[in-house]
């Protein structure tokens, strides 16, 4: 992966999309697309005063966990602890939520708009320790640039919360 121009064509994706959850949505398509090990690419968008993560885009295969509370599976740990989790093979933990029975290994980043926790960028890969230091500071960086692009709340973008999409 060569992540300076891949963070600026999510860049230019996201300069491109408007309102703000079509760029978002156009960085899924696009890392989706140009990393091979992404399977599932998506966004949880944070409603902190419910302590809950709603889906927001996404590109892969549909998901049943369209809201998340804080704390369970991959997701919620990460949004609890606002750290980056990296789980290089999902069957052995015990609290992951099976998306799917061809996942394998997960990275979850969160994402921070002016020190507050907005958003988390998730990402599934059909192989085993498919993630690596490179990932994790590619997805950080990302956050950051993503991170004006989340919606404040849930349902700002287009009437429609992203769980609705």
Not at 1 to 6: G, V
Not at 97 to 114: G, M, N, Y
Request: hydrophobic content about 40%.
């Amino acid at each position: 992966m060569k992540r300076a121009s891949l963070i600026e064509r999510c860049r230019a994706e996201l300069e491109r999309g408007a309102p703000r959850h079509v760029g978002l949505q156009l960085v899924c398509t696009l890392l989706h697309g140009e990393v091979p090990r992404y399977d599932w690419v998506g966004f949880y968008i944070a409603i902190p005063e419910e302590q809950l993560l709603v889906l927001g885009p996404y590109e892969g295969a549909p998901t049943d966990h369209l809201r998340i509370p804080y704390g369970r599976g991959i997701c919620g740990q990460a949004a609890e602890r606002l750290e980056t989790f990296v789980v290089g093979d999902v069957g052995a933990q015990d609290n992951y939520l099976a998306c799917s029975i061809h996942v394998k290994s997960e990275i979850v980043v969160p994402v921070f708009r002016d020190g507050a926790f907005v958003a988390e960028i998730d990402i599934d890969s059909h192989t085993p320790h498919a993630f690596s230091a490179e990932d994790t500071a590619f997805l950080t960086e990302l956050a950051t640039l993503c991170s004006p692009f989340v919606p404040a709340i849930p349902g700002d973008n287009d009437g429609h919360s992203p769980a609705e999409r």
